[in-house]
C-alpha cells in the first residue's frame, strides 16, 4: 500500500503555485464583482465559477425570484464573454435555437442564418418548457460543441457553456428532461432562498443601480482551463471517486442497502465530473495543485443529484437524491 501523503506528489506535474494563485485570484474577482448586484448565493457563484473551469454545463433549479437569471447575466459581464439568453417555450423550433439555411432569390442558393446558441455562454430559461425536438438540437451543441445546418457543421467558439434554469413546482406546460440530456450537466444546483439578513440586504440596493465590469480577459479563461487540467489528483483519490460512483450501481457491495431506491446509478461520465470538477475546486477555493478527499465531498452532491433515478419506492418513501448521497458518503471510507 503506498502511505505517501497525497500532497507531496503534485510536484509531478511541474506547476509552479504562484501562477496557479495568481490565476485563482482573477477568477475570485468575479465573485467579488457579481456581488455588487446579488446578495448572499455565494455557494451558486463558486459552482457556477467551478463548471467554467471544468468546461461543464450547469443546471439550476429554483422556484421565481431568487435571481437564478440576474446572476448569470452578472457573472457573463464580469466574464466579458459572448452572452444569449433563450427563452425556452412549448412552442419553441430547433430552427429558433440553432438557426436554419434560408434561400436568397438574388444568389439562387441557400445561406446560412445562425441562431441564438452561436454565443460563449447560453441562458436556456425554463428549459422543460420546450418539447423532445428542441432538447435533441440543444444536445448536440452541448456535447460536440458544434451545430449541424443542412450539410456544414459549424463548431461554436470556445468556450462554450449552457447554464439552464428550471422551475421545481409548476409543472404544467412543462417537459420532463430526458435522461441522456441531464446526464450532459456536471452540476445540477439548488437555488435557495436568501437568509432575513441578506434580504434585508436586497431591499437596500433594489433601487441602487450597480454596473458590473469586467475583471478577466478570454486568454485568461482559457489559462485557467489549462491550468486546471494539470492539477493532480492521486490514484488514491481516483479509486475513492469511482467507488463512490459504484456505489449507485452496485450498493450491496459496499453494504448499502439502497438498491430498492435507485432505479438507475450514476454513467462514466459522472465519474469525469467529479474528477474534473474537484479539480477546479481544488484550483479556485484552496489554490492547490493537488486534489484531497474533501475536495471530491464538496463537488460530489451536485454531481449526482441528478444523475441518480430514484425507484418508485423511493419517492412513496420521500426519499431523495440527497439522502441517497449522504448515506454514501457516511459508508465510503476515504484515503
Keep these: 500500500m503506498n502511505n505517501t501523503p497525497i500532497h ?18 482573477h477568477f475570485k474577482n468575479i465573485a467579488k464583482e457579481v456581488s455588487k448586484v446579488i446578495i448572499g448565493q455565494d455557494q451558486t457563484i463558486t459552482f457556477i465559477l467551478i463548471a467554467i473551469l471544468s468546461k461543464g454545463h450547469i443546471l439550476l ?102 447554464f439552464a434554469t428550471q422551475n421545481p413546482l409548476e409543472q404544467t406546460g412543462t417537459y420532463r428532461l430526458p435522461e441522456a440530456q441531464l446526464d450532459r450537466f456536471m452540476f445540477k444546483i439548488l437555488v435557495g432562498y436568501p437568509s432575513m439578513q441578506e434580504e434585508k440586504a436586497i431591499i437596500t440596493r433594489a433601487y441602487t443601480q450597480q454596473t458590473v465590469y469586467q475583471v478577466i480577459s478570454h486568454a485568461d ?13 492521486d490514484e488514491r483519490i481516483i ?25 438507475m446509478g450514476a454513467s462514466p461520465r459522472a465519474t469525469l465530473a467529479i474528477h474534473q470538477s474537484a479539480r477546479a475546486y481544488a484550483f479556485l477555493k484552496k489554490e492547490r495543485a493537488f486534489v484531497t478527499p474533501d475536495d471530491v465531498k464538496a463537488v460530489y452532491p451536485a454531481v449526482m443529484r441528478h444523475r441518480i433515478a430514484l425507484s418508485y419506492e423511493a419517492e412513496a418513501q420521500g426519499i431523495t437524491a440527497d439522502a441517497i448521497i449522504d448515506k454514501i458518503m457516511s459508508i465510503i471510507p476515504s484515503p
Excluded at 511541474?14 to 490565476?23: A, N, P, S, T
Excluded at 439555411?101 to 418548457?129: C, H, S, V
Design 8 to 25: 507531496e506528489n503534485w510536484s509531478k506535474n511541474g506547476l509552479v503555485i504562484d501562477e496557479i494563485k495568481e490565476v485563482s485570484a
Design 61 to 162: 433549479e429554483g422556484v421565481p425570484g431568487v435571481a437564478k437569471t440576474t446572476m448569470i447575466k452578472a457573472i457573463t459581464q464580469a466574464l466579458g464573454l459572448c452572452f444569449k439568453r433563450i427563452q425556452f417555450t412549448p412552442d419553441l423550433l430547433p430552427a429558433d435555437l440553432i438557426g436554419t439555411l434560408m434561400y436568397n432569390p438574388k444568389t439562387q442558393e441557400f445561406e446560412t442564418k445562425k441562431g441564438p446558441i452561436f454565443a460563449n455562454l447560453i441562458l436556456a430559461d425554463e428549459i422543460n418548457r420546450a418539447p423532445a425536438k428542441v432538447q435533441s438540437a440543444l444536445l448536440e451543441c452541448m456535447q460536440e460543441h458544434q451545430v449541424t445546418l443542412g450539410s456544414q457543421t459549424h463548431h461554436l467558439d470556445e468556450p462554450f457553456l449552457v
Design 221 to 233: 479563461i482559457i489559462k485557467a482551463q489549462n491550468l486546471v487540467e494539470h492539477i493532480y489528483c
Design 239 to 263: 479509486d475513492y471517486i469511482i467507488a463512490l460512483v459504484c456505489a449507485t450501481r452496485t450498493p450491496e457491495k459496499y453494504h448499502l442497502d439502497l438498491k430498492k431506491f435507485i432505479q
